[in-house]
């Protein structure tokens, strides 16, 4: 390596860091998921180099500020002209020679009229001097544009912008701002008629470019033109992005032949070199009010100024060839885009735009491979696009991106000088994307996040190998909506059968991956699958499960108010389906202290704990009457006793058992937990008027938890081992994502429940102990003709009772029995049971564990 290759590579290592810490963390933090991370050190034409040197096809075009590529010959040619010639830059205020000539060369090229020409730096500045001229020509404050609109990010823009979601936290919209539907004449009619002498301007794009690619109907902007004169309101049309070439005219308003009173333009004007913009209007709408008030540092500089005219010059070239070709190469990449569309119906949803401004628009249907799968919860997510961009930058070398604010849209915005082979190897790499979403090929689609080698072709799965499809509500049901997340990376398979050929390290990789692709804005959260219970009588109830990207041990590492933020957006996500009840599965109650820490929500919370309790409960006590085991004798250990499941079971269990032994984690200086100290006192005074050995000890003692100690009938372990060495039946019940004890550990014969998941029990403890029983006490059977196809790992028809609690107060509508914080309400353990068996969910059968799960 060179000494110049050397430095340079230092400072591209340094420029990185200096990115990733100092400009925008944020953001590279989301590029990094997807491995959109490039960094492009050399750009020629259409083409991208990174600094390994591998080219990129850039279809995404800097949002339309490409107009001939990379470092165009003619621009740097007019740049360094005003090197060789020594002519000063800055020399505000002067007479700007420069400056002159382009506004001579725009006007002579503009729609007829717009004379008179304001520069600034940047299409959002344009956009401010749009609403300032309109102000101060009409007197009016009032300005009107469109929803879903894009006109740029600084205030007043911003105020104009039809986006709620990107102005919230900033003040916008200020007062005098209003929108109403974009491509309907009859609403700016209206809104018009309705508020006389309150509007300025409407403000509209041609093209909705960052709304998706969307295009009005044919004729809206003449009627727009008609509508605004008719009423005294200006019309300024934003070619910030669709001007200067970009859709097959030099400006996108000349399809209708239309003149509005302002236009506004950017982007293209800085010939993808420099930034520039340029505010073309009627003269008598500026005058000494407007003119000798707004002024600017930078606009219309002399080196601006001089690039802007080279780019008007190589456009209007031999009567505007360059143009002509944009519309007939738009038009021939239009239809082939459409092909592709028909080929790939249930992915690509509509093709759209104008000369080289399209739009690929892709499915948000969670369904559309026909089957529960995590590209069909990514799409339902509207994040399709960005893998697709992902795979096509990585895989294909191509560069694209979505639009900004419709998600969905694939943005096609290459050069203008583009060719027409590069435009074939744009569709055919677009193409086989497709054939990988198409196919549901998780692997094809997003193997290279995680290095697996490119795929040729999309592997075809087996019909039998897949889950059901996502089953719809009907008219009558009642909705709930489950929280639920990886309890670990085995189990994460089960969610997608495609993640079959993922090994465990790389389907930790893609949770990372997907966790690390959140933000505040584009929250964690999606739906994983869908159901029906349908109850043995009454109203069936349809529910959502919602995936959070993380495994146990995962979430329990997140800072806890990012893992309670993560939970809570999943919960409202939930709500906004339509549930009107949400149960906080795995490790999502363990994160927000079993739900309380979630505060007010919009509905319903549930952490399912009370019908696990008594599903546990049952369980136990019909296997010890299987086995023909005489309850007052035998000794209890619960580990995870102080939680709430583990204290509500040894309650249940306190008034039949000879001894409760009590294990977990130690208090300060080696003494008894206090909440383990209180779950011996709630045990204690549960047992008083049973009929095994504690409840007799109980009753001697008057309820005295240390003189139960003293008798030996209550116990405390810290160590698991110990607590379970001698145990006839043992409750696991802890937030350990973790195997607790060894097989060697357990006692001979035991009963062992284990409610905890992921389980507290080894898996192989069947293999090790025949001798012992191990269970799952959680686990109930759904009713006959209930729908569910995503079962965790459980075999069809079954489902944990936490989730089944969330079902049954569905089902029964009776909320007021739902399980908050630790301490659980006996009477609702039990009331859950009866509709339990009210609506036909069964206590599953108890089987010793296998090797593996």
């Not at 986006?163 to 005098?176: D, I, T, V």
């Not at 004169?229 to 032949?257: I, K, N, P, Y």
């Not at 116990?715 to 379970?724: Q, S």
Request: glycine residues 12%; charged residues 20%.
């Amino acid at each position: 390596m060179t000494d110049t290759t050397s430095a340079r590579v230092s400072t591209q290592s340094s420029g990185r860091v200096g990115f990733s810490e100092r400009v925008n963390p944020e953001l590279m933090r989301l590029l990094s998921a997807v491995d959109l991370d490039t960094e492009y050190v050399r750009g020629d034409g259409t083409v991208l180099f990174d600094a390994e040197g591998r080219s990129y096809l850039d279809f995404a075009g800097a949002y339309g500020a490409l107009p001939f590529g990379h470092n165009p010959r003619a621009v740097w040619q007019a740049m360094d002209a005003v090197r060789n010639s020594g002519e000063a830059v800055f020399v505000q205020p002067a007479v700007l020679s420069a400056a002159g000539d382009l506004a001579s060369s725009l006007a002579s090229v503009a729609p007829a009229g717009l004379g008179r020409v304001t520069f600034v730096n940047s299409g959002a500045e344009a956009v401010e001097v749009a609403i300032k001229i309109a102000r101060s020509a009409t007197g009016r404050l009032g300005v009107l544009s469109t929803h879903n609109s894009f006109h740029g990010k600084t205030l007043g823009a911003l105020s104009a912008t039809g986006n709620a979601k990107y102005q919230a936290g900033f003040g916008a919209p200020a007062p005098g701002f209003a929108t109403i539907a974009f491509g309907d004449s009859d609403a700016l009619d209206a809104a018009l008629t309705d508020n006389p002498d309150q509007y300025a301007v409407f403000m509209v794009e041609p093209i909705q470019g960052e709304g998706g690619v969307i295009t009005p109907p044919e004729g809206y902007l003449r009627r727009v033109r008609e509508i605004c004169s008719a009423h005294g309101v200006l019309m300024a049309v934003d070619e910030v992005q669709t001007g200067l070439g970009r859709t097959g005219r030099l400006f996108a308003c000349e399809h209708e032949s239309v003149v509005p009173d302002i236009l506004t333009l950017a982007k293209a004007l800085g010939g993808g070199v420099l930034p520039s913009g340029a505010v073309l209007c009627k003269p008598e709408l500026v005058g000494e009010s407007f003119s000798l008030r707004h002024t600017s540092t930078f606009a219309g500089n002399a080196l601006t100024a001089r690039v802007g005219v080279a780019v008007v010059n190589e456009l209007i070239a031999d009567s505007q060839a360059l143009v002509r070709r944009v519309r007939d190469c738009g038009e021939v990449l239009k239809r082939e885009l459409e092909g592709v569309a028909q080929k790939y119906p249930s992915v690509v949803t509509d093709v759209r735009g104008r000369g080289l401004l399209l739009g690929v628009e892709l499915t948000a249907d969670i369904n559309f491979v026909g089957v529960q799968s995590l590209l069909g919860s990514i799409a339902h997510q509207e994040n399709l696009a960005v893998m697709i961009s992902s795979y096509l930058s990585r895989v294909e070398g191509i560069r694209l991106a979505p639009t900004l604010f419709g998600a969905r849209v694939l943005r096609v915005e290459p050069p203008l000088t583009v060719s027409d082979s590069e435009c074939r190897q744009f569709v055919a790499a677009l193409d086989r994307a497709l054939a990988f979403v198409a196919e549901g090929d998780l692997g094809g689609l997003i193997g290279h996040l995680v290095g697996r080698p490119a795929k040729a072709e999309p592997t075809v799965y087996p019909t039998g190998a897949r889950r059901i499809p996502h089953i719809p509500a009907q008219e009558n049901d009642h909705r709930f909506g489950f929280i639920a997340h990886p309890l670990n990376l085995e189990v994460f398979g089960a969610f997608d059968p495609t993640l079959v050929e993922f090994t465990h390290a790389e389907r930790a990789e893609l949770l990372n991956r997907f966790a690390s692709a959140t933000s505040e804005l584009n929250p964690s959260p999606f739906v994983i699958g869908s159901g029906r219970v349908v109850p043995t009588s009454g109203d069936a109830a349809h529910g959502y499960l919602i995936g959070l990207p993380y495994t146990s041990a995962a979430l329990l590492q997140l800072p806890p108010e990012v893992a309670v933020a993560s939970v809570a957006a999943a919960v409202e996500l939930a709500f906004d389906a339509g549930a009107e009840v949400v149960g906080l599965g795995g490790y999502s109650s363990v994160v927000t202290a079993n739900g309380l820490a979630l505060g007010e929500m919009s509905g319903v919370v549930t952490t399912g704990n009370s019908f696990t309790a008594a599903a546990s409960i049952r369980a136990v006590r019909r296997v010890c009457a299987e086995r023909g085991l005489d309850l007052p004798d035998l000794r209890v250990t619960i580990l995870g006793a102080a939680g709430a499941i583990g204290r509500t079971i040894a309650r249940a269990l306190a008034p039949d058992v000879g001894t409760v032994t009590l294990v977990g984690r130690p208090g300060e200086r080696g003494q008894i937990a206090p909440k383990l100290w209180d779950a011996a006192i709630e045990i204690a005074a549960a047992a008083r008027g049973g009929r095994g050995a504690l409840a007799d000890a109980a009753e001697r003692a008057g309820g005295s938890v240390d003189d139960l100690i003293g008798s030996g009938h209550l116990e405390f372990f810290d160590d698991p081992a110990a607590g379970v060495a001698h145990a006839h039946i043992v409750i696991a019940a802890t937030s350990a994502p973790h195997a607790l004890i060894e097989a060697a550990d357990l006692a001979p014969n035991a009963i062992v429940c284990d409610v905890a998941q992921p389980p507290n029990i080894p898996y192989d403890v069947g293999l090790v102990r025949p001798d012992v029983t191990v269970f799952d006490g959680g686990i109930v059977r759904l009713p006959e003709g209930s729908d569910f196809g995503l079962t965790f790992g459980l075999a069809p028809g079954l489902t944990y009772a936490c989730f089944a609690e969330t079902m049954l107060l569905s089902l029964s509508r009776q909320f007021e029995l739902r399980s908050l914080g630790t301490a659980l309400d006996g009477a609702n353990v039990e009331r859950l049971g009866e509709l339990a068996d009210r609506y036909g969910f069964e206590l599953a059968e108890a089987t010793r564990w296998r090797e593996t799960k």
